[in-house]
């Protein structure tokens, strides 16, 4: 058995070199800096930037953790603000219950004539669908920088990019430092133990016998040894309707539930009449995902390794308490409490499915 404790130590340790960058101003007086977005276009803007727009539903965590606060976020999604103000980050930052939400739709769609009035410095937006989402404030003349999370890579590219936007490059740096370090240690210990990879499916959402799944390998799963079994069935979408059956065809190891979606519970798929026969619940190992978005390289490291620790639970024995304490130091300068890290690990949610008390309760 080989321990993850390198990472954390080494985490603990930058938590004290960036609380220095934390307070940190923009770093240079007004100037011009170019940025590049998951397009490869090039964007001018004059620093500093005193007011930013992100519309997709992950992105704010990552500013708000580059930037030490919301300050400069002038507008967010909807649902985005929901999903923060149901959860610790809106515990720690409660003013996101004032940032604006009416310059976008929850689909996407922008709302031109108010982001016009509101005349942010840029518009974070999704790559995706740029004919619905993107053109229409291009051609307005607003200012706008794509992301894309379908790949790591995008996703330290949009670090990098937010960390250029508000000034802070070293900050940004640290916590793509920090995402290679956790990949790294993790990928040692699975080449040393030689093990076949645990296959999972990922739901997102369900209605009785149809399920929304998560179909393409997403680099998470990846750098925690996992693999996807709708992946293997041929998917290659973001998300894919199936039936119960497919579930039954692929009898996954592990069933993970989507922690955005606060209507399923691990006990919904456990005392599923039809899936019963799954391995995964007849083991117990259904699990509701940590309130810790992993489509990002500013704290899904902490996803990282619970994806690990879920799926070998006898190769990885990192205090996870302690790595989410010491992780929301380094990302947002905040103390949790133990009721707050219960409900960032989904304790409730997950009490009884298996080993998950013993291993990540008090």
């Given at each position: 058995m080989r321990r993850i404790s390198s990472s954390w130590s080494w985490l603990s340790a930058a938590i004290l070199a960036l609380s220095v960058f934390a307070g940190w101003p923009g770093s240079a007086a007004a100037d011009e800096v170019v940025i590049k977005d998951s397009r490869?276009?090039?964007?001018?803007?004059?620093?500093?930037?005193?007011?930013?727009?992100?519309?997709?539903?992950?992105?704010?965590?990552?500013?708000?953790?580059?930037?030490?606060?919301?300050?400069?976020?002038?507008?967010?999604?909807?649902?985005?603000?929901?999903?923060?103000?149901?959860?610790?980050?809106?515990?720690?930052?409660?003013?996101?219950?004032?940032?604006?939400?009416?310059?976008?739709?929850?689909?996407?769609?922008?709302?031109?004539?108010?982001?016009?009035?509101?005349?942010?410095?840029?518009?974070?937006?999704?790559?995706?669908?740029?004919?619905?989402?993107?053109?229409?404030?291009?051609?307005?003349?607003?200012?706008?920088?794509?992301?894309?999370?379908?790949?790591?890579?995008?996703?330290?590219?949009?670090?990098?990019?937010?960390?250029?936007i508000l000034g802070k490059p070293d900050r940004a740096q640290a916590f793509l430092d920090w995402d290679d370090k956790t990949v790294a240690d993790i990928s040692a210990v699975l080449s040393a133990a030689g093990r076949k990879k645990p296959r999972i499916a990922f739901i997102d959402s369900m209605n009785d016998n149809e399920f929304v799944v998560f179909g393409r390998e997403e680099a998470y799963f990846t750098a925690s040894g996992l693999v996807n079994a709708a992946t293997e069935a041929g998917f290659t979408d973001g998300s894919v309707k199936v039936g119960a059956e497919s579930l039954l065809q692929w009898n996954p190891d592990i069933i993970l539930v989507n922690y955005y979606n606060d209507t399923i519970k691990p006990a919904d798929i456990l005392q599923h009449p039809v899936l019963a026969s799954l391995d995964a619940v007849k083991?117990?190992?259904?699990?509701?995902?940590?309130?810790?978005?992993?489509?990002?390289?500013?704290?899904?490291?902490?996803?990282?390794?619970?994806?690990?620790?879920?799926?070998?639970?006898?190769?990885?024995?990192t205090d996870m308490r302690k790595a989410v304490s010491d992780g929301f130091k380094l990302l947002y300068g905040k103390e949790l409490t133990a009721g707050q890290i219960d409900q960032l690990l989904q304790m409730d949610w997950n009490g009884k499915s298996a080993g998950y008390a013993e291993t990540f309760g008090k």
């Open positions: 490869g276009q090039d964007i001018k803007l004059n620093r500093p930037v005193g007011s930013v727009a992100i519309f997709p539903l992950p992105i704010p965590e990552a500013m708000i953790a580059i930037d030490g606060g919301t300050s400069r976020l002038t507008a967010i999604n909807p649902r985005a603000q929901s999903a923060l103000m149901k959860g610790v980050i809106g515990q720690l930052f409660p003013e996101i219950a004032t940032i604006r939400t009416d310059l976008v739709a929850p689909n996407f769609i922008p709302n031109v004539e108010e982001i016009l009035k509101a005349g942010p410095d840029i518009v974070v937006q999704w790559q995706a669908k740029g004919d619905e989402r993107v053109a229409p404030m291009e051609n307005a003349g607003i200012k706008v920088a794509t992301v894309s999370t379908e790949s790591r890579e995008t996703r330290r590219g949009y670090v990098t990019m937010l960390g250029e083991k117990g190992r259904v699990y509701k995902t940590p309130a810790i978005d992993p489509a990002t390289a500013a704290g899904g490291e902490l996803a990282y390794q619970w994806l690990a620790e879920i799926g070998y639970p006898d190769l990885f024995k």
